[in-house]
């Protein structure tokens, strides 16, 4: 069973510019996943999606930060304009619409660096 | 609010050595908790999961953990490790099925030979 893939891996921009990542997720899985790991601390939830409705983006900074899930499949997670504290790794994880199944699945992640 | 400590966030220790990585949490109700260890340039990989039952689980890699209401603590922990335990464990917490994962800062831990 192939992984969540994630692209790219790295990415370098300068701030003020726009980048997006893409998520592929398990297949078969209806929860989708982004979160923001800055150096040095824990992953930090920015959104959720079920299917392809979100379910929990109070953290996400909305003026920002974008992602959508149009078919329920793969995910695009987009920064407009970046700042320099954007800088981190974000990970998608996905798992199954499955009320005994608890794991989340994470993918390698996109390492952003903004100058 | 709900919330995760890791008391630690750097861990030397010597190859075969024991190891105990601490983690407490902060929460007016149940908790599902979970172990997660994240090798570089990688993303994260479930250890162990704590859902309910008996309160000493058991992951891969040898690994287990032991869950105390009381003290409100999921405490993870090795017999003997190996260079290759060398990684950043996260502990985290979720507070309903599907729920999104509250993470600790990590724990390094850096197993010397």
């Known amino acids: 069973e192939a992984g969540v893939a994630q692209s790219p891996r790295y990415k370098i921009i300068e701030k003020r510019q726009s980048v997006a990542f893409w998520c592929n997720p398990i297949s078969g899985h209806a929860t989708l996943y982004w979160y923001q790991q800055i150096l040095g601390q824990g992953p930090k939830l920015l959104i959720q999606?079920?299917?392809?409705?979100?379910?929990?983006d109070s953290q996400l900074p909305k003026d920002r930060f974008s992602a959508e899930r149009l078919k329920g499949v793969d995910s695009t997670l987009k920064i407009q304009p970046a700042k320099l504290e954007d800088s981190a790794v974000y990970l998608c994880?996905?798992?199954?619409?499955?009320?005994?199944?608890?794991?989340?699945?994470f993918g390698p992640g996109t390492r952003l660096t903004v100058t | 609010a709900q919330s995760v400590t890791q008391l630690d966030s750097q861990v030397p220790v010597f190859e075969e050595a024991p190891v105990e990585l601490r983690c407490n949490y902060s929460?007016?109700?149940?908790?599902?908790l979970f172990w997660y260890v994240q090798y570089p340039n990688q993303g994260l990989q479930l250890l162990l999961k704590y859902l309910s039952g008996s309160t000493l689980v058991k992951g891969i890699n040898g690994f287990e953990a032991e869950f105390n209401k009381s003290q409100t603590s999921f405490h993870l922990r090795k017999p003997s490790v190996h260079i290759s335990d060398t990684a950043e464990y996260f502990c985290?917490?979720?507070?309903?099925?599907?729920?999104?994962?509250?993470f600790g800062q990590g724990t390094e831990l850096s197993v010397k030979p």
């Open positions: 929460s007016s109700v149940s908790v599902y």
């Open positions: 994880a996905s798992s199954p619409d499955d009320r005994s199944v608890y794991e989340q699945y």
């Open positions: 999606f079920q299917n392809n409705g979100v379910v929990d």
């Open positions: 985290a917490v979720s507070f309903r099925q599907g729920g999104k994962l509250i």
